[in-house]
């Protein structure tokens, strides 16, 4: 008798886990409370997928022998606390998906930086000609390349949530770029649980793998001394370079691997910003493992575009620059936006705020911002934090009027960020649709 299986959320991690379910000879139900988009419901109608949508038909899932749950899911929904009470496993898409591959895994974490990091490495690894897939919190389902796609490699970003679904996953190469207050909401308000979350990245991994990490992040430095870490310990910093693992001199990243040296100016990377430093120094210790020559390397680090909604130069109107930012969706995040930019900010901020200390901000904000655009259903916070540091502050309701009202308040020469430090989901479906709102308006001014 085949077994069953529950999937929970019918978007792309869930609709390409029942795809791979199916193929594995599951009977497969996909569950989601919200809509599904239409796109979705085609590929499971024509996949003879049973689903429903708008509820959970708990009878059904209940009885199943395994869960499939979407990251955006939490813990503590009463159908997931349920769900364990019964002993029937959770799991995430990647932990499902990685029981039926020997592809090699290189899975990237962090606050701040991971997508632009698993999206520069997965351009060096195509560009060296490798067979590679790139899934997880960005790309298309890890679960659904596994099930349609024969890669050898597959660069994966992780969030949080997916590795708290996470058990028996093991990442050949594991990359934690940095932690910093994020989704407490989430982790009881207790940064512990959150850092625990994030340590996750090396569970399961051996002696002959690799753990590449920021050296210049105290809480990261902090969990090292006091775990056992088994796999190789490969730092990166914007100091000099230790013996093995990245740094930084007199203008040039070095990484020392396996007794061989890679050097290239900060000049001629394609991303600049010392976020992006550490973004190419983690893609490219990465690259060096795997063996990729110096020369692709460099032409690849020297070569990529950046990803969309990521301190993204969109445009510019009467010498007015517009950047998109809106995937800074905590408050790290719009530090480096806001310590990036040289010219006088009207800084677009706000949104669900997830437990949000603008503290680290005010130093920047009071040097680099001449007026802010609050964009949320709740912007009291925002107000009460740079009352005292930035002379202009106003508010909007939607994005057609923060746009407006930041292009009257800056002038030639000034930079409009969109860099909202919260979550979009008061106003818009996604940080995409924040984002793409947001150039739409641009090109209206």
Request: charged share 25%.
């Amino acid at each position: 008798m085949s077994k069953s299986v529950a999937i929970l959320g019918g978007g792309e991690s869930g609709v390409g886990a029942a795809i791979l379910a199916q193929k594995k000879g599951y009977k497969v139900f996909l569950s989601d409370l919200g809509e599904i988009n239409e796109r979705y419901k085609n590929v499971l109608s024509n996949n003879k997928i049973d689903f429903e949508e708008g509820k959970h038909s708990e009878a059904q899932i209940l009885n199943v022998d395994l869960v499939v749950k979407s990251p955006g899911i939490p813990d503590t929904a009463p159908l997931i606390i349920q769900l364990k009470k019964r002993g029937i496993p959770v799991i995430s898409e990647i932990e499902f998906a990685g029981k039926y591959t020997s592809a090699k895994t290189i899975c990237i974490t962090g606050s701040n930086g991971k997508t632009t990091t698993a999206m520069l490495l997965h351009h060096i690894l195509k560009n060296a000609e490798l067979n590679v897939g790139l899934a997880g919190n960005v790309g298309k389902s890890f679960a659904w390349q596994v099930a349609e796609k024969n890669f050898d490699v597959y660069v994966i970003e992780l969030s949080s949530f997916q590795l708290d679904g996470m058990y028996d996953f093991r990442a050949d190469i594991s990359v934690l770029m940095n932690i910093t207050p994020d989704h407490l909401d989430r982790y009881n308000y207790d940064m512990k649980n959150y850092i625990d979350s994030k340590f996750r990245i090396i569970q399961n991994q051996t002696k002959t793998d690799f753990f590449i990490f920021c050296a210049d992040d105290e809480i990261i430095q902090n969990e090292i001394k006091n775990k056992n870490i088994v796999p190789a310990l490969i730092p990166f910093s914007l100091n000099e370079p230790a013996e093995t693992g990245a740094g930084v001199n007199e203008n040039q990243i070095i990484i020392n691997i396996n007794k061989n040296q890679f050097s290239m100016s900060i000049l001629d990377l394609s991303l600049h910003g010392k976020h992006n430093t550490y973004n190419s120094m983690a893609a490219g210790i990465a690259g060096m493992v795997l063996e990729i020559r110096d020369d692709q390397l460099r032409e690849s680090l020297s070569d990529f575009t950046g990803v969309e909604h990521r301190l993204e130069h969109f445009m510019k109107v009467h010498g007015i620059e517009f950047i998109n930012d809106s995937k800074a969706t905590n408050v790290n995040s719009t530090w480096y936006a806001l310590e990036s930019v040289y010219k006088p900010i009207v800084w677009i901020v706000g949104g669900v705020d997830k437990g949000n200390d603008y503290e680290m901000l005010q130093t920047l904000a009071r040097r680099k911002v001449k007026a802010i655009v609050c964009l949320g259903e709740n912007n009291q916070k925002i107000h009460d934090s740079f009352e005292g540091n930035v002379k202009n502050i106003v508010d909007a309701s939607n994005m057609e009027e923060a746009v407006k009202a930041a292009y009257y308040l800056a002038k030639n020469g000034d930079t409009v960020l969109l860099s909202p430090a919260c979550a979009s989901f008061d106003l818009f479906d996604n940080y995409e649709d924040r984002g793409i709102q947001f150039k739409k308006e641009v090109r209206n001014l």
